[in-house]
């Protein structure tokens, strides 16, 4: 992997927390993502299951881990599976983990640790003594499930081979857990977002009248890979003009004008963590008059919604009270009547025509990360703060997006060091 050994303590620690949550005498099984065709003989990128990950640390395909923290047997209370190498996949793949490397990621003695085709064998010795078998799907209210995954086929298997245990949804108990980051997991996501500013700083220098905004994202992706990022954490949106009213452009194929405004929705991906950033910024290096009373009026919106994110609020209070800083901003450039305002119907706020989407969400493993928004907000949560106004009529959408945690105290914005005041990227741009 690209990224730094991670201590491995993070993930002893993750496993221990979810056996606290379970049942009495329940099992566990998490799964691999499956490596994804395209055509052909041709495959996509393999990313791993963030519950998986979260779990061991292992960031290899054909991986399943069994946790039974109650088996009578010690050996069988935390149990790994991995693919098994061979000359030949040696040859053609490159290096897969051995045991010894596996003990080192995830915390497990190898004495714990077979090869998946041992699967079969080493589960028959487990599941008759389990009471609760707790299986993995993927709960998050915005998924698009389409493509049956390898937990999915897993959940089918069982159910023929073991109709009469009882199932358990894991899902909840991951969303709880990994919705509060531990020290460890805030410096992955920080360092995300400290090569994401190296990214931005880059394109400060480079965006000019005449760039193509694929150019832009060539830069981009230079400057996350120099740093060990597997990459962009989400597909980029690099959105000139009135590309930028379109809340998931991501054609990124439009050559940049002298006189626009680029939105810029970029984020890296370090250790499957990820920062997720956006600022706006002025094609020829000068926000006219306009653009500029539009940019501060998001900005004011930003600051002010950072400061609603603390411990205790809920999620919807929250929005409703950053949709009326909103409503406040767009009376003063004019969008909307502070009477029509008055009299709306406060299921379908006026706001809603230049800010039609929410003001945050979690952050983590997933760009989108797992929590429930029913739960109050509390110290060592992540979330995004990305306000935006979108003028359709006038080709000019802004939108500003920094990642926050919540302490103890109030909040600690991770993307303090990024430039965001209007001066500041007007500065940078024609130095």
């Not at 009213?245 to 984020?267: E, K």
């Not at 739960?375 to 979108?390: A, N, Q, S």
Request: aromatic share 10%; proline share 4%.
């Amino acid at each position: 992997m690209r990224y730094l050994p991670i201590d491995n303590q993070l993930f002893v620690q993750n496993r221990q927390r979810l056996a606290a949550l379970l049942k009495p005498r329940s099992l566990v099984v998490l799964n691999a993502n499956d490596i994804m065709p395209t055509n052909a003989d041709g495959t996509m990128a393999f990313r791993q299951n963030n519950d998986l990950f979260y779990l061991t640390g292992v960031d290899q395909e054909e991986t399943r881990l069994v946790l039974f923290p109650d088996h009578p047997d010690p050996k069988f209370r935390e149990v790994l599976f991995l693919r098994e190498t061979s000359e030949l996949i040696e040859i053609w793949e490159g290096h897969k983990l051995t045991k010894a490397e596996a003990e080192q990621t995830t915390g497990m003695p190898q004495k714990q640790i077979y090869w998946t085709n041992q699967f079969e064998q080493i589960f028959a010795q487990m599941i008759f003594e389990a009471e609760h078998v707790y299986l993995n799907t993927n709960e998050h209210t915005r998924a698009g499930v389409e493509v049956q995954t390898r937990d999915a086929r897993f959940i089918d298997e069982f159910k023929q081979k073991y109709p009469l245990h009882r199932l358990e949804r894991l899902a909840p108990l991951m969303h709880y857990m990994r919705a509060i980051k531990k020290p460890q997991e805030v410096q992955l996501i920080q360092t995300a977002v400290d090569i994401t500013d190296k990214m931005f700083r880059r394109l400060l220098g480079f965006i000019k009248p005449g760039v193509w905004e694929y150019e832009i994202e060539a830069e981009m992706m230079h400057e996350f890979i120099r740093n060990r990022s597997r990459g962009a954490a989400y597909t980029p949106i690099i959105a000139s003009g009135a590309n930028a009213c379109v809340l998931h452009y991501i054609n990124n194929s439009a050559q940049c004008q002298d006189g626009d405004v680029i939105l810029l929705d970029l984020g890296a991906e370090y250790a499957n963590y990820n920062a997720d950033m956006t600022r706006s910024v002025p094609v020829n290096g000068r926000f006219t008059q306009r653009q500029r009373a539009v940019y501060d009026a998001v900005l004011r919106v930003m600051q002010e919604a950072k400061q609603m994110l603390r411990p205790g609020n809920l999620w919807d209070d929250y929005h409703r009270e950053v949709g009326t800083v909103m409503e406040k901003e767009l009376i003063g450039l004019g969008l909307l009547d502070s009477n029509d305002v008055a009299s709306q119907d406060p299921d379908m706020p006026l706001y809603k025509k230049y800010f039609m989407h929410g003001t945050s969400h979690f952050l983590g493993l997933d760009v989108h990360d797992v929590g429930n928004k029913y739960r109050k907000m509390e110290p060592g949560m992540v979330f995004t703060v990305e306000p935006g106004i979108y003028i359709r009529e006038e080709k000019l959408g802004i939108r500003l997006e920094n990642n926050v945690l919540i302490t103890e105290s109030g909040n600690a914005d991770l993307m303090a060091n990024i430039p965001l005041e209007a001066d500041e990227i007007e500065d940078l741009m024609n130095r």
